[in-house]
C-alpha cells in the first residue's frame, strides 16, 4: 500500500495538474491511495431496463431501450432546449437537453438503437429525462456491465473543472490499469481466513466496480470491518499501556464520612440502579488500578447524589474530591444542594468559578493546598493551573460533553499519580459511539429513575394553537406549578433571536400579568443570572424564560411544563435535555414542542420520536440514526476524533461490535502485539496514526 501512497495522483493517466489541484482542494486527494479510498456514496444498477409504461416517479434512475422518434430545437438563444422523443415499443419518453446541443444533435441518429440513463422526472403528467447519458447499441449488441454503476461526491467547483463523477470512475479505473499486481493486505491472513472476508484487493475492486449487490456487501463488510477494526486497536491498546504505567490511589476504606452521611443524612432510599453504580465505582476504585469511568444516566436519573457518595470515599480515604460542571448556575446549584446534604458531617466544601471574589480565592488556594479543604464544585475554572491540591484522588466532571479531551487531560495532572475520573453525562450515548470515542472509559449506567416520577407527557404544537397553551400553562400556575419556555440561540442569528426571547418575556408577562415572569440568558451577568435562577427555583417567579442556558442539569422539582419554541431548531438530544428539566418531583409533567408549520420530513420525524418516547437512549439511537454521528450532541464540541470512510456509526453497530471483540481476543493473547501474526497491526497503527493525527486525542 504504501506504494500507491506514494504515487502523486498528478501522474495516473486522465489526471494530470488542473484536475489534480482540484482534487487535493475539494477532496483532500494527493495520491493514488486517497483515490481508491474515496468510496462511491451510492450505485444505481445498470444490469436491468425499464419498460417505459413502467415508469413511475419514484424510480431514482433508469435505463431505457429504444429509438428516437424525433428531435427538435425548441425555443431560442440561451433559453432554447433540445427535445427529443424516444419510445421502447412500450411507451415514449422526452429526452432534454439545455446545453451542448449542436454536439447532441449532430451525433445522435435516429437510425441507431439507444441505451439512454438517466433520471425521470415527471412534468405535467409526462416523464422526461434531462441530459440522458445515451450509448448506441451495435449490431443489436448490448454492451453493458451487467453490473451496479459507482456514483461519487462531487463539489460546484469540480463539476465546473469538468470533473464529475463519471471522471472519478474512470480515474479509478486506471488505478486499476495501471496498477501491477494486487494491492497489499493490511489485514493479516488468519484474520482474512477466520472471518471469510474479501482480500483487500477484490474489496477496493469491488467498491469500485461491483458486479452484483451480493459482492459488494462482501466488500462493504470487509471494508467497514477494518476501519472499526483500527481504532478499537488503537483504542484497547492504549488503554492497556496506561493501565500498566499508572498505579491507581488504592481507596481501600469506606470510613466515617461515607457511613454517616448514609446513616444521618441520606434523603431517600437509594434506587437499584444508583446502589449497583456505587458498588462498580467502589470497586474500580479499590482496585489499585486508576479508574476512568464513564457514568450514563438519564436526566433525572439521581447522579449527583453518587458523585457525593463517591467523592466521600475519597475523604475516607484521605484525599480530596473535586467535582466540574459546565457552568456557573449548574455549578452553584450543585455546591448548595452538596452543602445543604453535608451540614452536620464537618467536611470542607467550597465552590470556585469565574466570579469567586479575589479574597475567597485565596483563601481556597491556600486550604486546598493544605489539605482543609476536602471537596471542591466549580467550573473549567477548576483546570488552571494556579488550582493546586495537596492530594487529589478523585476527580467527577459532570455533563462531560461540554467539557474537551484536553481539557479533561488537565485534571489528570492535578496529582502525581493521576486521580480517579468519573466522567458523568445525561447525554445518553449510543453504545456504539461511546465504544468508539469513550472506548477506554468503561462504562456504569443508571437505568431506572427514582420511584413516583410520571412519564412526561409530550404534544407537539403548531403555532395557532397558542391560546389553547396559554390556557393550560393558566391552569398549571393556578396549580401552583411553575413553567419553563424556552427559546433556542444559534449564533448565526443571535440577533434575531434575542429578539424572539425579548418579546417572548413581554409576551408572557401581559398574558399572566398576574405572576412573575423571570428571564435568564447567556449575555447578563452570572449575578444578574443567578439571581433570576434563585428567583425562580425558589419559586417566588412562576415562569421563567430562556435560552438553553437552563439545559443542562438545573433542578427545580416545582416546575412542571416545559415549552419550547421553535422546537425545529433543536436536536434530538438537546430537546430530550431540556424536557428533562421538568417531571423532576411528584407531579404529572408537560413538555409543549411549538414549531411552524412548515417542516422538513426530519423534523417531523424528531417530534414524532419525541412524542412518543421519553427514553433517553431510544432517543440517542434515533438521533444517531436520523443525523450520523458527526452532528451529534456530545461530539459536537469535540468532534469526532478521526473521519469514517465507510463505516457508519448509526448503522454498523453490528459491526463495531464484532471488530471489537476481534481485537479483545487478540490484545487478550498479546497484548504488546509482539506475535510475528500480529506484525502487521504494528505496521498498520503507525501508518493510520500518522495520517490521522487526532487518534492520539480519543481518550
Ligand atoms: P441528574 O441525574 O439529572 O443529575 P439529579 O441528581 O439532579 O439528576 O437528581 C434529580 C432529582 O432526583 C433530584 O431532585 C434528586 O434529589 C432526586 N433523587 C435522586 N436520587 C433519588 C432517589 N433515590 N429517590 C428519590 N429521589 C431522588
Ligand atoms: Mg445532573
Same mark, same amino acid.
Given at each position: 500500500m504504501s506504494e500507491l501512497a506514494a504515487?502523486?495522483?498528478?501522474?495516473?493517466?486522465?489526471?494530470?495538474p488542473k484536475r489534480a489541484e482540484l482534487l487535493r482542494q475539494e477532496?483532500?486527494?494527493?495520491?493514488y491511495e486517497d483515490l481508491l479510498y474515496y468510496f462511491p456514496y451510492k450505485y444505481v444498477d445498470r444490469s436491468k431496463f425499464y419498460a417505459i409504461r413502467d415508469i413511475?416517479?419514484?424510480?431514482?434512475y433508469i435505463q431505457v431501450r429504444g429509438r428516437l422518434t424525433s428531435l427538435k430545437t425548441i425555443g431560442e438563444g440561451r433559453q432554447s432546449r433540445l427535445s427529443a422523443m424516444f419510445s421502447d415499443g412500450t411507451g415514449v419518453i422526452e429526452l432534454v437537453w439545455f446545453k451542448g446541443h449542436k454536439y447532441v444533435k449532430d451525433n445522435l441518429n435516429s437510425d441507431f438503437e439507444y441505451i439512454v440513463f438517466g433520471k425521470p422526472t415527471s412534468f405535467n403528467g409526462q416523464f422526461n429525462i434531462v441530459h440522458p447519458e445515451m450509448d448506441k447499441v451495435h449490431d443489436g449488441k448490448v454492451k453493458i456491465a451487467a453490473a451496479l454503476q459507482a456514483f461519487y461526491n462531487t463539489t460546484e467547483k469540480m463539476k465546473r473543472g469538468f470533473l464529475n463523477s463519471k471522471t472519478i470512475h474512470k480515474m479509478q479505473q486506471n488505478i486499476f490499469l495501471s496498477f501491477?499486481?494486487?494491492?497489499?493486505?493490511?489485514?493479516p491472513a488468519f484474520i482474512i481466513q477466520r472471518y471469510k472476508l474479501l482480500q483487500l484487493h477484490e474489496a477496493l475492486k469491488t467498491i469500485h466496480f461491483p458486479l452484483n449487490a451480493e459482492i459488494l456487501e462482501k466488500a462493504q463488510f470487509r471494508l467497514k470491518f477494518e476501519e472499526l477494526f483500527y481504532i478499537q486497536m488503537n483504542i484497547l491498546k492504549q488503554r492497556n499501556q496506561r493501565n500498566k504505567s499508572i498505579v491507581g490511589h488504592n481507596f481501600k476504606t469506606v470510613g466515617n464520612y461515607l457511613l454517616s452521611f448514609y446513616e444521618q443524612k441520606l434523603p431517600f432510599e437509594l434506587t437499584g440502579a444508583q446502589k449497583r453504580v456505587i458498588k462498580e465505582i467502589r470497586r474500580d476504585m479499590g482496585s489499585g488500578k486508576q479508574m476512568n469511568r464513564l457514568l450514563q444516566g438519564d436526566v433525572g436519573s439521581g447522579k449527583t447524589l453518587v458523585a457525593l457518595m463517591v467523592m466521600l470515599i475519597a475523604l475516607d480515604n484521605d484525599f480530596q474530591a473535586c467535582l466540574m460542571a459546565p457552568t456557573e448556575i449548574l455549578a452553584s446549584q450543585h455546591f448548595e444542594t452538596i452543602s445543604e446534604m453535608l451540614e452536620g458531617l464537618n467536611v470542607e466544601c467550597a465552590l470556585l468559578t469565574g466570579s469567586t471574589k479575589k479574597k475567597e480565592r485565596q483563601r481556597i488556594d491556600e486550604d486546598l493546598q493544605s489539605g482543609k479543604l476536602q471537596i471542591l464544585i466549580g467550573t473549567h475554572?477548576?483546570?488552571?493551573?494556579?488550582?493546586?491540591?495537596?492530594?487529589?484522588g478523585l476527580v467527577v466532571v459532570d455533563e462531560?460533553?461540554?467539557?474537551g479531551v484536553a481539557q479533561r487531560a488537565k485534571l489528570w495532572r492535578k496529582n502525581t499519580n493521576p486521580p480517579h475520573i468519573l466522567v458523568m453525562t445525561?447525554?445518553?450515548?449510543?453504545r456504539t459511539l461511546a465504544m468508539t470515542i469513550y472506548g477506554d472509559l468503561d462504562v456504569s449506567v443508571i437505568d431506572e429513575l427514582p420511584p413516583g416520577r410520571k412519564p412526561i407527557e409530550t404534544a407537539h404544537y403548531f403555532h395557532n394553537r397558542r391560546n389553547n397553551l396559554n390556557k393550560f400553562i393558566k391552569g398549571e400556575l393556578d396549580k401552583g406549578r411553575q413553567v419553563y419556555v424556552v427559546y433556542p440561540l444559534i449564533e448565526e442569528s443571535e440577533k434575531l433571536d434575542f429578539k424572539n426571547l425579548g418579546e417572548g418575556f413581554e409576551y408572557m408577562q401581559r398574558i399572566f400579568s398576574d405572576h412573575k415572569v423571570g428571564m435568564v440568558h447567556g449575555k447578563m451577568k452570572p449575578k444578574e443570572k443567578d439571581e433570576a435562577m434563585q428567583e425562580f427555583s425558589s419559586g417566588r417567579s412562576h415562569i421563567l424564560v430562556s435560552t438553553?442556558?437552563?439545559?443542562?442539569g438545573v433542578n427545580v422539582p416545582n416546575a412542571s411544563v416545559m415549552v419550547i419554541e421553535s422546537?425545529?431548531?433543536?436536536?434530538l438530544s438537546q430537546l430530550h435535555q431540556l424536557r428533562?428539566?421538568?417531571? /423532576? !418531583?411528584a407531579d404529572q409533567s408537560f413538555c409543549i414542542l411549538m414549531t411552524s408549520y412548515k417542516l422538513s420530513e426530519d423534523t417531523r420525524k424528531r417530534m414524532n420520536i419525541m412524542t412518543s418516547s421519553t427514553d433517553g437512549f431510544e432517543i440517542a439511537e434515533a438521533d444517531l440514526k436520523l /443525523? !450520523?454521528?458527526?452532528?451529534l450532541e456530545g461530539t459536537q464540541?469535540?468532534?469526532?476524533p478521526f473521519n469514517l470512510k465507510i463505516a457508519n456509526l448509526g448503522k454498523d453497530g453490528q459491526i463495531l461490535q464484532f471488530a471489537r471483540q476481534v481485537v479483545e481476543a487478540i490484545l487478550a493473547e498479546d497484548p504488546h502485539l509482539e506475535k510475528d501474526e500480529n506484525h502487521l497491526f504494528i505496521k498498520q497503527l503507525t501508518k493510520l496514526s500518522r495520517e490521522k493525527m487526532n487518534w492520539s486525542l480519543i481518550s
Open positions: 504515487q502523486n495522483i498528478t501522474y495516473l493517466p486522465g489526471v494530470g477532496l483532500q486527494i494527493a495520491s413511475n416517479a419514484k424510480l431514482p501491477q499486481g494486487k494491492i497489499p493486505e493490511t489485514l475554572a477548576l483546570i488552571e493551573d494556579r488550582v493546586k491540591f495537596k492530594n487529589l462531560q460533553h461540554r467539557f445525561a447525554t445518553p450515548i449510543p438553553t442556558v437552563i439545559e443542562v422546537a425545529e431548531r433543536f436536536g428533562g428539566r421538568v417531571g /423532576r !418531583g /443525523r !450520523g454521528p458527526g452532528d464540541q469535540s468532534g469526532l
